[in-house]
């Protein structure tokens, strides 16, 4: 187990590396922030001065350089757009983040895996044909079409949930949140079912696909054979290795909701690190881009290596392989 721990410890620092060459090499000819910061009319000498200010007046390897200097530190520069820390704009922006986050991946699995579960019992049955009819528009309709929908209907029409915002939040001093206020909790709803259609779409299909194999197998027919009740090889035998895979899927997509959550807070204008991004690209905001870009491979990294670490705990055969 330390041996793969180690494994997995120097593959995240490789893949951070190239994450952060990537996105800085990339960003770095997104747009000109001199342009955006200059006031009007500002002379040529001006801009130079402000370009010197920012160190963007050296070569793109010396820039690059520094960054990771900084990186290793814990200081990802500062906003061109906001004149502040980058680390400071992104603590104060993760706390929306990763609640809508959260609250998405706990609606996909609380409903996902029932509803899997109810088609692959019934595979032919008429609630298993429109449950999966019903997934098919979830997971082919675009993420803004539906959070533009989902605003017509129940923000504009009916006037029952906020429409934007994140609404009233309480200040924990290391953490601010919505879940503790009436309306924080109603502004959180319809950004969290757009986010989470997708996700609870392909859990709900993953369960299905899983669970009609594993039913097909040797020793759940042995377990039948024997006499012991439905309720127990279903949702003890069956559905127990089933999920195995849902782990892995899980966790990955909790990593593509925090990095694609974009589209999501951006429709509602959601004041997390999604939209932080998209108004640093407009302004041509290098340094919180490339910061982000860089969080959120840290995310991916963490999240991989604790889905690995988590299949060798569940399944016994993985340790066997590895020892």
């Not at 993953?206 to 027919?221: F, G």
């Amino acid at each position: 187990m330390i041996r793969v721990v180690l494994e997995r410890l120097a593959q995240a620092v490789l893949v951070l590396l190239a994450v952060s060459a990537v996105s800085f090499a990339m960003f770095r000819y997104v747009g000109d922030p001199v342009a955006a910061m200059s006031r009007e009319g500002a002379s040529l000498q001006e801009k130079a001065e402000l370009r010197q200010s920012l160190g963007l007046d050296r070569p793109v390897l010396v820039q690059y350089g520094a960054f990771l200097q900084r990186t290793l530190k814990g200081d990802w520069g500062i906003s061109y757009r906001n004149q502040q820390p980058v680390t400071k704009l992104l603590a104060d922006r993760l706390p929306a983040t990763l609640e809508l986050v959260l609250m998405a991946t706990l609606l996909s699995l609380s409903l996902g895996i029932p509803l899997g579960v109810v088609c692959a019992l019934r595979p032919d049955g008429i609630v298993a044909r429109l449950i999966q009819a019903v997934s098919l528009i979830g997971i082919s309709t675009p993420t803004f079409v539906t959070g533009i929908v989902l605003i017509l209907v129940f923000a504009v029409t009916l006037g029952w949930l906020p429409s934007f915002g994140r609404g009233p939040t309480v200040d924990l001093g290391w953490w601010t949140t919505g879940l503790l206020t009436l309306g924080g909790l109603k502004a959180l709803v319809l950004p969290a079912i757009t986010l989470a259609l997708y996700q609870l779409t392909l859990i709900m299909r993953l369960v299905r696909s899983e669970l009609i194999d594993v039913l097909s197998t040797d020793y759940i027919r042995f377990a039948k054979a024997r006499g012991l009740p439905s309720r127990y090889i279903h949702y003890r035998l069956a559905l127990r290795n089933a999920l195995m895979p849902v782990i892995t899927v899980t966790g990955l997509q909790v990593g593509s909701l925090i990095a694609f959550a974009i589209v999501t807070e951006t429709v509602f204008q959601w004041p997390g690190m999604g939209l932080l991004f998209i108004q640093a690209v407009s302004f041509a905001d290098v340094p919180v881009m490339a910061a982000y870009l860089l969080f959120v491979g840290l995310i991916f990294v963490i999240i991989n290596s604790v889905v690995d670490l988590l299949y060798a705990v569940v399944d016994p055969r993985l340790r066997v392989r590895a020892g």
